[in-house]
C-alpha cells in the first residue's frame, strides 16, 4: 500500500527518510524536540556526527549562518573555544580581524566556528567527540 493511502497514518520526513506512524503511538527513538545541528555540509565531523544522530536537524552554517541566539548562548558556554583557531579560514585573517569579538567574527565568517555545534533542547555540545557522543547516544 503507498504512503498516501495509509489513512488515519502519519507521516514523518526525517533526513530524507520517510517513516510510517500510527497517530497515538510515538516512535520508540522519538524523546522530545529534536536535536539541531549546526555545521557544513561538506565537513566529515558534521557527518559523521548527523548519522549517528538519525533524527536531528541539520543547518547549514555556510547557507544558513548562525541564529544570533544560538551564537550568544554558544559563546557564553565555551567562549573562545567556539573559534577553531586551526582552520584554513583563521590562517587567513589579518590580525586586526583575529582581534575581533569571536560573535562579530563568527557572523562574517560561520566557517570559523568549531564544528558540530549540537543543541539538545537547550543544552550545547561542541565538537564531536566522546563526551558528547555518550551524553546524546546513552
Same mark, same amino acid.
Not at 541564529?67 to 582552520?87: E, M, Q, Y
Not at 565568517?109 to 564544528?115: A, G, I
Given at each position: 500500500?503507498? #504512503?498516501?493511502?495509509?489513512?488515519?497514518? =502519519?507521516?514523518?520526513?526525517?533526513?530524507?527518510v520517510t517513516r510510517?506512524?500510527?497517530?497515538? *503511538?510515538?516512535?520508540?527513538?522519538?524523546?522530545?524536540?529534536?536535536?539541531?545541528?549546526?555545521?557544513?555540509? !561538506?565537513?566529515? !565531523?558534521?557527518?559523521?556526527?548527523?548519522?549517528? #544522530?538519525? !533524527? $536531528?536537524? /541539520?543547518? +547549514?552554517?555556510?547557507?544558513?549562518? #548562525?541564529?544570533?541566539? =544560538?551564537?550568544?548562548?554558544?559563546?557564553?558556554? /565555551?567562549?573562545?573555544? #567556539?573559534?577553531?583557531?586551526?582552520?584554513?579560514?583563521?590562517?587567513?585573517?589579518?590580525?586586526? +580581524?583575529?582581534?575581533?569579538?569571536?560573535?562579530?567574527?563568527?557572523? +562574517?565568517?560561520?566557517t570559523l566556528m568549531?564544528?558540530?555545534? *549540537?543543541?539538545?533542547?537547550?543544552?550545547?555540545?561542541?565538537?564531536?567527540?566522546?563526551?558528547?557522543?555518550? $551524553?546524546?547516544?546513552?
Amino acid at each position: 500500500m503507498p #504512503l498516501d493511502d495509509c489513512t488515519g497514518y =502519519v507521516k514523518i520526513k526525517l533526513n530524507s527518510v520517510t517513516r510510517v506512524q500510527m497517530p497515538g *503511538i510515538e516512535a520508540a527513538n522519538e524523546r522530545g524536540p529534536p536535536v539541531k545541528l549546526y555545521g557544513l555540509k !561538506t565537513c566529515d !565531523t558534521c557527518r559523521k556526527a548527523l548519522k549517528e #544522530l538519525e !533524527t $536531528a536537524e /541539520f543547518h +547549514d552554517l555556510r547557507a544558513d549562518g #548562525l541564529p544570533k541566539d =544560538v551564537a550568544r548562548a554558544a559563546h557564553a558556554r /565555551f567562549g573562545s573555544d #567556539l573559534v577553531n583557531r586551526r582552520s584554513t579560514t583563521w590562517r587567513q585573517l589579518s590580525e586586526a +580581524d583575529r582581534s575581533r569579538d569571536a560573535l562579530a567574527l563568527l557572523a +562574517d565568517h560561520p566557517t570559523l566556528m568549531k564544528r558540530p555545534l *549540537i543543541d539538545d533542547d537547550g543544552t550545547l555540545y561542541l565538537g564531536w567527540g566522546k563526551d558528547t557522543r555518550a $551524553a546524546l547516544l546513552g
